[in-house]
């Protein structure tokens, strides 16, 4: 069981450039998450999912694109990346709410954007 | 979901107890009381939650003030490896937004 998994662990680049991070998780929750945190700030939501096929606007999500074709993956998509979007990324999903749901993270992707 | 209000940052000695405040003071019935941490640039940690009683559990205990519009987290015997950003969010148990601040620095020192 290995929680939720994100790929790639590190990437630079490009101003222009596009790429695409992958969220998976194996503990078949619903709803999934995907988070930006810059220095100094606390964790900034970009979009989310409450279920397959679904996808809905965060705080920040100005520049991304999101797609939820299967339960267990959130794929989040930059398609022209910009310096201001260098940044730590953290994917995380839950159980849909019957009372307590905890977040599960990732442990994020590093992205620089020369 | 509601707001909530944490310190920027705390210091805590080696081996004392670690309580850290958090304010909701919008916070409604349905909604529950939760702690993450981040340590240093890992992915954040659930710690803890409560929606009216006091909980207690292998990390933490949770304290939620009777009329609810505030809460503190407590790591009874702070440890150096407790350094880290603990998260306090509000939130109904099945919400589907999310939103955490920017939490509050403990610094554990030997």
């Known amino acids: 069981n290995a929680g939720v998994t994100q790929t790639p662990k590190f990437r630079v680049l490009k101003t222009g450039q596009s790429m695409t991070l992958l969220c998976a998780q194996d503990?078949?929750?619903?709803?999934m998450y995907w988070y930006r945190q810059d220095p100094g700030m606390g964790l900034r939501l970009i979009h989310y999912s409450v279920g397959e096929g679904t996808t809905a606007k965060g705080e920040v999500p100005d520049g991304y694109n999101v797609s939820r074709l299967k339960k267990q993956n959130f794929l989040l998509g930059l398609e022209s990346a910009a310096p201001s979007q260098t940044s730590v990324y953290f994917c995380?999903?839950?159980?849909?709410?019957?009372?307590?749901?905890?977040?599960?993270f990732g442990n994020g992707t590093r992205l620089t954007v020369t | 979901d509601a707001k909530t209000t944490q310190p920027t940052s705390m210091d805590c000695a080696e081996g004392r107890a670690a309580n850290l405040p958090c304010n909701h003071s919008?916070?409604?019935?349905?909604?529950?009381v939760y702690w993450y941490r981040q340590i240093h640039s890992q992915g954040p940690q659930y710690i803890i939650h409560?929606?009216?009683n006091n909980e207690t559990n292998e990390m933490a205990s949770l304290i939620i003030t009777e009329d609810r519009k505030s809460s503190t987290l407590i790591l009874p015997h702070a440890t150096l490896r407790d350094t880290a950003v603990y998260y306090c969010?509000?939130?109904?148990?099945?919400?589907?937004?999310?939103?955490f601040g920017k939490g509050t620095k403990l610094t554990v020192n030997p």
């Open positions: 995380a999903s839950r159980e849909t709410g019957r009372g307590h749901s905890p977040l599960h």
């Open positions: 919008t916070i409604s019935g349905n909604e529950y």
């Open positions: 503990m078949n929750h619903e709803y």
């Open positions: 409560g929606l009216k």
């Open positions: 969010i509000v939130t109904q148990g099945g919400s589907e937004k999310l939103v």
